[in-house]
């Protein structure tokens, strides 16, 4: 079983919806989540950083952390077609050392 | 603020030759990471600097590997003999830690590497 799970989709969504993107983990030390949008032969460029749990908002972006249950979301509102691309949550327990999912690949549709 | 640069950003070699790739950090960052990612998964970690010390190595940074960071400024990573397994996207990465508060690490554009 791998220390964090992601659906690789892919996911296609009409423009305008609400995405939900979704990793669940299994190492209940993780303290610090990301989600980071990755576009074709490009690095990944970092939407949000959380630490421990609760909600945090940014733009059309929401991240939420679930401890408990070992559960992390990213919401996108109001989807665009400019935000087709792969999502990769990450999870790290220190600072260091970043473990990824395998990404969701997004498609919105015009 | 000009981002994390990775030179080149494509790389085609022969099997068993030697490979190094660039990377220049965000200016102000004292912390370097790299990370390799494979068609359809997430990047991997492989090692970290802290300035010019290296802290940790992933068990899948193999003898083959090496990389520096000379001065604490930009980085190489160095693969000797490559081989088919070694095709990959080499991803850099850096942050700032400063004690106060942990900050995120921003990734560079990565070097596409592909073994003949």
């Known amino acids: 079983q791998k220390e964090v799970e992601q659906d690789p989709g892919p996911l296609s969504v009409p423009e305008g919806a609400i995405v939900s993107l979704n990793c669940t983990y299994s190492?209940?030390?993780?303290?610090?989540f990301m989600w980071y949008r990755q576009y074709s032969r490009k690095g990944p460029e970092l939407l949000m950083y959380?630490?421990?749990?609760g909600n945090k908002e940014d733009g059309r972006f929401t991240a939420q952390v679930d401890k408990s249950s070992k559960y992390i979301s990213l919401f996108i509102r109001d989807s665009q077609p400019s935000d087709s691309a792969t999502y990769l949550c990450?999870?790290?327990?220190?600072?260091?050392?970043?473990?990824f999912g395998t990404g969701t690949r997004l498609k919105v549709l015009a | 603020d000009t981002g994390v640069s990775q030179d080149p950003r494509h790389k085609i070699t022969k099997r068993g030759q030697n490979v190094t790739f660039r990377c220049d950090p965000i200016s102000e960052h004292n912390r370097l990471y790299w990370y390799r990612q494979t068609l359809g998964q997430g990047p991997e970690f492989l090692t970290y600097f802290q300035n010019e010390a290296q802290l940790e190595k992933s068990r899948l940074l193999s003898d083959r590997f090496s990389a520096e960071r000379p001065k604490g400024s930009f980085s190489t990573l160095e693969i000797q003999r490559t081989e088919q397994g070694d095709s990959a996207m080499y991803l850099c990465?850096?942050?700032?830690?400063?004690?106060?508060?942990?900050?995120?690490?921003?990734f560079g554009d990565g070097t596409r590497l592909s073994i003949l």
């Open positions: 990465a850096s942050s700032l830690e400063s004690g106060v508060g942990n900050q995120p690490q921003h």
């Open positions: 990450a999870m790290s327990v220190g600072t260091y050392k970043y473990i």
């Open positions: 959380t630490y421990s749990s």
């Open positions: 190492n209940s030390a993780f303290q610090y």
